[in-house]
């Protein structure tokens, strides 16, 4: 089974070659390298450049500047392997890498999706609280990508990174799935990429490292383009409920908890950039999540500090 590396990259020009050698230092050579320059301003192309005799099978495209989704997407159309991995250029990934995802595929008869673990770590000279945990707790084979997706909730392993997952390339051709070209593209897919994936492989092995540094999608400060690119997610979870409902009813209780999820995230960046109210669509949209106990975790997240601290005297807690 061949695996192609998809690579967007824009104005990584400190972290790129960190990357790339981590890539092509793999136990086991990579089939395929995708780098897609996505209208980088500084030195990124000419230090992707110095690679290109490092395997004949690197390829380096340039666009104009559209954004991580589409540029991923871009890698994709180009990808000529069973399998994609969209690895971001700020990151590393770990040696064994490669020669751990095929031994995977190989002894599951070709999953639709592999997930990983992975770990974080602080870019030097850089000081953040941000310190996600890309843990998936959980090791197992999965006949659907639903019974993943819940066994994934219950351990607190659902993650949404795209470089945390490897997947089937004819999966995503035959279901059309692409990212799309807004902030928090990761979140929008992961539903439907569960939903309608067949067999899935789960494993606690860390092989990936997640940098967190100054100017990256992360850290960056929250603008309404968070909040917009939230609003896509929900719709997409509507998207799906409508087109495949069958799908969605064998993992109702999981799709509604997804829903609201990002129903309290969108109201907690809304908080945070100084937009209020939900749009109107939204709303709308909503009701398929709510029910009474989510409606009073709202009601309490928005109450000033003096009447949490009365609630929580009344409740005891």
Same mark, same amino acid.
């Given at each position: ?20 050698? /981590? ?39 340039? %666009? ?6 589409? !540029? ?23 040696? =064994? ?26 870019? =030097? ?22 019974? !993943?997706? &819940? ?28 990212? &799309? ?9 992961? !539903? ?40 896509? =997610?929900?719709? /997409? ?11 969605? !009813? ?25 937009? &209020?109210?939900? /749009? ?7 009701? /398929? ?9 709202? %009601? ?18």
């Amino acid at each position: 089974m061949s695996i192609s590396i998809i690579i967007p990259a824009y104005n990584v020009e400190s972290y790129l070659e960190e990357a790339l050698i /981590s890539v092509f230092s793999q136990n086991t050579p990579p089939d395929e390298v995708i780098l897609v320059n996505d209208g980088s301003t500084d030195h990124t192309l000419a230090v992707a450049e110095k690679f290109r005799g490092c395997h004949p099978n690197f390829w380096i495209y340039s %666009t104009k500047n559209n954004g991580l989704g589409p !540029a991923r997407n871009y890698g994709l159309d180009k990808a000529t392997c069973d399998y994609v991995y969209f690895f971001d250029s700020d990151d590393i990934l770990i040696p =064994s890498f490669i020669s751990t995802i095929v031994e995977k595929i190989s002894r599951n008869l070709q999953p639709d999706i592999l997930c990983f673990s992975g770990k974080s770590f602080l870019d =030097s000279g850089f000081k953040s609280n941000f310190f996600n945990n890309y843990n998936r707790n959980l090791n197992g084979t999965f006949d659907s990508g639903i019974e !993943a997706f &819940k066994q994934l909730a219950d351990h607190k392993g659902l993650k949404t990174s795209a470089c945390l997952y490897v997947v089937k390339s004819e999966f995503l051709y035959n279901n059309h799935l692409k990212f &799309k070209s807004i902030l928090h593209e990761d979140e929008e897919i992961l !539903a439907p990429l569960f939903f309608l994936a067949g067999k899935t492989v789960v494993f606690d092995d860390i092989l990936f490292l997640r940098r967190v540094r100054h100017g990256s999608i992360m850290t960056a400060n929250k603008t309404i383009n968070n909040i917009l690119g939230l609003e896509e =997610s929900v719709r /997409s979870l509507i998207f799906l409920k409508e087109n495949h409902p069958e799908k969605v !009813a064998l993992g109702k209780v999981y799709w509604k908890k997804r829903g609201q999820e990002l129903l309290l995230n969108i109201l907690n960046t809304k908080k945070i950039v100084g937009h &209020k109210r939900l /749009s109107m669509d939204i709303l709308k949209l909503s009701a /398929s999540f709510l029910d009474i106990y989510f409606v009073l975790r709202i %009601t309490y997240s928005f109450l000033p500090d003096r009447l949490r601290a009365v609630v929580r005297n009344i409740l005891g807690k």
